[in-house]
Every structure is written in C-alpha cells, then in structure tokens.
C-alpha cells in the first residue's frame, strides 16, 4: 500500500521545510516526493536532493491547473508504479488544491500499486496569513481542504494574531487538527496519525493560467557582494509574494529565501548549478519595473534578466 | 499582378561611406551622446519594402523569402542607419485568435475581434513562442537580416503595444471599459504587457538591437487615462527591454502632443511620431528626460504625393526646426504606404546623409500643393439631417480611423432617421483638398454639419447618440 499525503501552503510557509523533516523522519522507508514548483525553476527539488529519495519536478504553474495538471496525474501514476511507501507531494504555494479528490479519482484505474490518500497538511504562514486569506481563493482552499492544519512561524505570533488566526481556522475549517510550530518542527509520528481526508466535496480548482502571477528569473552575478545582493532583496521584497533561489558571491555559495520582509540568506554547502532567483509578483506586471529600479539603485550590472 | 512600377532614381544616389552613417550613429543618438549635428535615418518600410520586389502586402508578411528579398532591397536602396524588419501589428492578435482582413498593399487589419461580445482575458497559455502564428517568418527574416547588415545597420523588431493589442482583443468597446470598468483594462493591458515581454524577448533573441513598442492608439486616450490605467504596463515592457540590454522606441500616431509627457515617464529610450505633432514641440518635452526623438516626414501629402523636391524640402524643414540635434533620429511619421514612389525616400535618405548637397538643389523651391483642385464644402444648413464627416487616414487600414468610422457605423440603425455619413481617405487627392479646405489639422477627426466634434478622439455609443440628439434638436427643434 502505498500512503500519498499533499503538502499545501502559501508561498514561503514552510512546506519544503516540512518535507525536509518528513523525509528524514522516514529515510528507512523508500518514498518518492512529487514538488511542485511555480516558476520555470525548480529550486525546491534542489532544496530536498538527497540519495535514495526518488525525486519528480513539475514546475511552471500549479499541479491542479489545466496547464500542467496531466503532467500531475501522469507523474503519481509513474511514481505509484514504483516499489515505494510513501508518496509526498509538495503542491506549489498558490496551488488550490480543492480538485485533489477528483484527480486521485481520475487515475484510479492506471495506478499500479494500491493507493491510500491520507489528506493535506497545509502549512500556513502565522507572519502572512491574515493579509492574504482575504485576497487570494487559493489560501482559502489551501485551509479548507486541509485534514491537518499547521500554524508555522508561531515566533512571528502577536497574541492577537493569534486569536484572529484561530477564529478563522474555526469558520473555515473547524475539529482539524492543528499545531503551531517554529520551522515546522512537529511531532512526525502524531501529525501523521491525526491526519485524514477531508470529507469537503471536490470542486474545481481556482488555478487557471489566467490568473498566474507573473514571475521573473535573474540571474546574479558572482561579482555582487552580500551588502549589495541584501539591498536590493530588501528594496524588491515588498513587491513580491516570494523570492528563492541559489547565488554565489565571493566565490561561496548561498540559499535565498524570502517571504515579505523576511529574508534569509544562508551559505549552501552543496554545488550550485546556476545562480538563479526566482521572484513571484504581488504586484503583478509591476515587479518588472520594481526590478529595473532595484537593479539601477543598488546591483548595476551586478544582477540581469 | 501589380500594376504600378516605378523607374530607379535618376537624380540621387546615396554614397556609402563619405558620411558617418549607420548603426553606430543610431546607437550614439539612442545612448544620447552628441553626433555633432549627424543625424540618423530609420526608413519605416513595412508592406512598402514588398513593393521593391514586385510583392504584395500579404507576401511580404506570410513569406519569409520575398519578406528577406524586399528588406535586402530596402537596405541596399535607402540606405538606412536602422530599419524595421517588419511593421505589423495585427501578427500579436492573429495568434491570439483575432479575424484578420487581408489587403494586398496595406498590412492586415483585425476585423473579428476575441472579446468584442464579452469581456475575457486570454490564456497564457497562448504566450507567443518562436513557433506561433507568423513568428517563424519574422524570425527567420531577423537572423538572416542580422547576420547580412547586422554589423552595420541596426534592426528593429516592432511589437505590438498593450492599449492597440488590448483594443484588438476587446474591439472598440475598450475604449468604453476605460470609464466603466477601469479594473478590466488595467487587467488586460497587463496581459498585453506581459505578451509584449515574451515578443521583446524572442525578437532579442534573434539579435534585434532595438525594440520598438507600437501603439498607434496612445493618442486616442487622455494623458489621464493613459497615466492611471497604462503607465504600468507600458513601463514594464520599456523596464524589461533595458534590463536585457537592449534599446527601446515607443511608436505613436496622430496627435499625441498632450500624451509626450506620460509617453516619456514610461522610460523609452526613443519616442516615434508622426506629422501630426509638432517637432519641435515635442522635442522640447522629451529633451526634459533626454528620450531621443523620431519622425516625422509626412507620409501621404510628402512621401506617397510629393516629388523628390517635396521630400528633399521636407526633410530639410524638419531639421531646420529642431535647435538641438542631439538626441534626434529622421524618419517617416509611421508605417510607409505601400505606393510611395522609391526615388521619394531615396531623396529623404540622401537629405539625411547630405544635406547641404540637397539644400542647394532646393533653393526657392515650394511644396506642391492642392489648392488647384475645386472642393465643394455642403450647405449644412440647407441638408434635412445632419451631416457626420469622417475624415480618416485610411479608413480600413488605420487603427484610430477604423474605430472613429465603427463609432457611426455600430450605431447607424439608430441614428439614421437624424443623420447621414460620409468617410473621407487621405490617401484620395480630392480628400487631401477637402481636409485641407476644412482647416482640420488632424486626423481622424468626426464632424457634425461642418464642426470638427472628435479631433483624435473616438467617442463611445452613449456619448455619440447625445451629441447627434443635441444637435438635431438645437438644428430643427424637435
């Protein structure tokens, strides 16, 4: 039998972070991990390579839009056919998962190997989840379709954004279980036994190619310094929903992450295969000339398109 | 069969090399350094390169051989310091699903727009690749043209900007949308915006040195609106041509005098436009941001009408006009109609490259004029409707001119007991006159019994049938 649990959440929440403990916490088991990734780069799938862990990348939308949803489906049936476990699949952060139920169904009769949906975990920012349930479908969907709710960021917290953050996961999507964790650091065992399905009916997803927000890649160059590569993170963040990827600087290598304000630059031990950032748009076409701006005032000729 | 030849220019040839020419000159003027008083020559020969080889609009544009064939005709004829490879605004919307009307001597035209019943936003899923639509003719005609005269001449790749592509898709009613449903336009002048980035970045790629954003339209909006709903999506596109390194124009036509000024705060490298503006005028404003100025040899009564003199006289005037040359490129106003006599832009070329030579040939020389042809202007008050007066450039052909005449046309079966219509073309010599004789100075421009009521604006539904009711009851009381 094989177990298949979706990974949900915004951008930046935490998701890949989760994996990283999941697949720790079951290194003895074979598992496969499906991650899908907005932009045309996967950086997630470079965030998780480890050995033996059979790995598929399904980048440039979200799994549950039209776009790339065949791929989706062909991906679980070739990943079921394999002598595995587990099966994790890490949605991409403006996913909508509400058609999960209905694409399981569809591919139903191709799957080789038994198959048990356990359901979503979805990992909500506790930093940005108020500002965005309001104005994106996906958050919302991302929540109500959940059968295990965690609550990341917890040091992020006010007491009153606490609160509001219980009340909504009361009216959206009540007896869940939840867990408020800093970095995603949950008791595996008991995540993962409270989990279950949701019994909401599946709808249509709101992923559409339509409403995508646009991306960008830069690439940066290796002669940037960190003071130079912070400035303009700091200047551009605000203007996006989030920003990851790999850079070297001064010959040594480095992850970005970045949600709002919140960056994170951390040497990266590994070798890179190219310095490339990724950046989502909050402010749709307008992160093209956010960009421009950036680049002029703090990494001229340091970071191009 | 092409009925019209022309006979190879008796009386100017362009010499190579006896001048500062070519690409390095267009680069100066777009990088804004001083070419001590040279100037540079951008020929806009889009269908009109087709005629050089005996090809029709339509071959040109669909066949990637006589399309090369024409435009080697062009650089070797005219001389150019840049030219386009093509100039064709309908090639975005026909991926995107939009009906095209073909003309053999003009480009096409969209005539079915995608959402002219419904509001949509196309899906991204349709973003242009180096297979769709006619891209694999324009790109295939760009490296062969780059690799030929690349090092010398520098090459145009011209896109469709996202008000004239957003109005392709949404038809006139776009313009309505503006004041109804500002959130709409915003919506798809960013999908148009971010379509335009995806274009700039293949033609980049197959080694354009500049990317020119055509908007023929931005003239019909108010500075205000254009400022409030566009500006984003225009600088977008103008961010992103700088950040991978290459320059950018912004094209215009009609009279976008009011709109040089939001035209500039979307950071073009080069801003074209055409005979309807004033130069020196306009060079003023763009001087404020330093943004290199184009244009604009009038295309109809100087090109397509003029002799070699009146071209000659033309391009000399224009330079004339403008005190500081810095930051100055010489070219046709728009798109060059198909029929302008070769020997009238080699004449231009060589008042580029030579203008003393041709100052002296022109001495005491005045400019054909029209004058001689008997127009007769109706007796308004006598007529028992009111008379609306289209006065377009080419109404089948030009964007503006095609939404000013469906203005009166969409609503006809509505006014018709109050009026009646008329179109005029100013490609018809008796239409030049008429248009002159009526004092209007730009174009397209609707009047009622006589007034010029929409100069370069197109009004929609609502507002129309207000100005007819209005008039009709003030002429005949009822």
């Known amino acids: 039998m094989i177990n298949i649990i979706l990974l949900t959440g915004f951008l930046g929440s935490g998701k890949t972070t989760l994996l990283q403990r999941l697949i720790n916490h079951y290194e003895e088991s074979p598992i496969a991990v499906i991650v899908n990734e907005f932009g045309e780069i996967n950086i997630d799938a470079r965030l998780l390579e480890k050995d033996g862990v059979k790995i598929a990348e399904l980048s440039n939308g979200s799994v549950f839009c039209a776009c790339i949803k065949e791929n989706f489906m062909q991906s679980i049936i070739e990943m079921t056919s394999r002598e595995i476990t587990y099966l994790f699949i890490e949605a991409s952060g403006l996913a909508d998962p509400s058609n999960m139920d209905l694409i399981l169904e569809t591919i139903k009769p191709k799957v080789v190997h038994p198959c048990q949906y356990w359901g979503s975990i979805c990992v909500l920012d506790a930093d940005s989840f108020i500002d965005l349930e309001g104005v994106l479908p996906a958050v919302k969907n991302q929540l109500l379709y959940a059968g295990s709710i965690i609550i990341n960021k917890e040091d992020l917290l006010t007491p009153s954004n606490k609160a509001t953050i219980q009340t909504i996961i009361q009216s959206v999507n009540p007896n869940t279980p939840t867990y408020f964790t800093t970095y995603c650091n949950v008791d595996i065992d008991r995540l993962l036994k409270e989990l279950r399905p949701t019994e909401k009916v599946a709808q249509k997803s709101s992923n559409t190619l339509e409403n995508q927000p646009p991306t960008l890649i830069l690439k940066v160059l290796p002669s940037i310094t960190l003071e130079k590569l912070n400035a303009f993170l700091d200047f551009v963040a605000p203007f996006t929903y989030r920003i990851k990827g790999f850079v070297t600087v001064e010959e040594k290598n480095y992850s970005v992450s970045g949600v709002k304000s919140h960056l994170i630059i951390m040497p990266w031990p590994s070798k890179i295969k190219s310095t490339n950032l990724v950046l989502i748009s909050a402010v749709g076409i307008g992160l093209v000339s956010a960009v421009a701006d950036g680049i002029k005032l703090y990494a001229k000729d340091l970071i191009t398109l | 069969m092409l009925s019209k030849k022309w006979k190879a220019p008796f009386l100017f040839y362009v010499v190579k090399g006896e001048f500062e020419m070519g690409k390095e000159l267009l680069m100066k003027v777009l990088n804004h350094e001083d070419t001590h008083g040279e100037i540079p020559w951008v020929p806009f020969a889009g269908v009109h390169a087709g005629k050089l080889k005996g090809y029709t609009g339509k071959d040109t544009l669909t066949d990637a051989t006589k399309l090369i064939e024409s435009l080697r005709e062009v650089h070797r004829l005219y001389e150019p310091d840049g030219m386009p490879i093509t100039f064709d605004l309908q090639l975005e919307a026909e991926i995107l699903g939009c009906g095209l009307m073909w003309a053999d001597y003009n480009p096409p035209s969209v005539n079915q727009p995608l959402f002219d019943k419904e509001k949509g936003i196309p899906c991204k899923c349709k973003f242009p690749t180096a297979e769709s639509g006619r891209i694999p003719i324009v790109l295939e005609a760009m490296h062969t043209m780059k690799k030929e005269v690349g090092n010398e001449t520098a090459l145009y790749g011209l896109i469709t900007g996202p008000l004239t592509l957003g109005s392709h898709l949404r038809g006139s009613d776009f313009f309505k949308d503006m004041r109804k449903d500002p959130d709409y336009v915003v919506e798809l002048a960013s999908y148009c915006a971010e379509y335009a980035i995806k274009m700039a970045d293949l033609y980049i790629d197959a080694g354009m040195d500049i990317i020119a954003v055509v908007d023929p339209l931005v003239s019909q909006v108010s500075p205000k609106i254009f400022h409030s709903l566009l500006h984003d999506s225009f600088k977008a596109v103008f961010d992103h041509i700088r950040m991978k390194g290459v320059k950018s124009s912004f094209f215009v036509c009609g009279n976008a005098t009011y709109q040089l000024d939001v035209m500039c705060q979307t950071s073009p490298d080069s801003i074209a436009v055409d005979e309807n503006v004033d130069m020196p005028t306009a060079k003023a404003v763009t001087d404020q941001y330093n943004i290199a100025l184009s244009g604009n040899i009038p295309l109809t009564t100087t090109m397509l009408f003029g002799t070699q003199q009146d071209n000659i006289k033309g391009v000399l005037d224009l330079e004339d006009s403008i005190e500081n040359t810095q930051n100055f490129i010489i070219s046709p106003g728009c798109d060059m109609p198909y029929d302008i006599p070769p020997e009238n832009a080699v004449a231009c070329a060589m008042t580029v ?49 095609t939404y000013i005449v469906k203005s009166v046309t969409d609503i006809y079966d509505e006014i018709k007991d109050k009026t009646d219509y008329i179109v005029y073309q100013y490609s018809i010599k008796e239409d030049i006159a008429r248009t002159q004789k009526m004092g209007l100075k730009n174009l397209p421009t609707m009047c009622i ?17 207000a100005e007819i009711d209005k008039r009709y009851k003030e002429k005949f009381g009822k």
């Open chain 2, 449 to 465: 019994d006589g007034d010029p009521v929409y100069i370069s604006i197109i009004p929609d539904r609502d507002q129309l049938i």
């Open chain 2, 353 to 401: 490259h030579r203008p003393e030579e041709a100052r002296a040939m022109v001495e005491n020389y005045s400019a054909t004029s029209f004058d001689d042809i008997d127009i007769e202007i109706p007796d308004y008050k006598s007529l028992d409707k009111l008379l609306i007066e289209l006065f377009t450039i080419d109404p089948d052909q030009c964007a503006a001119c």
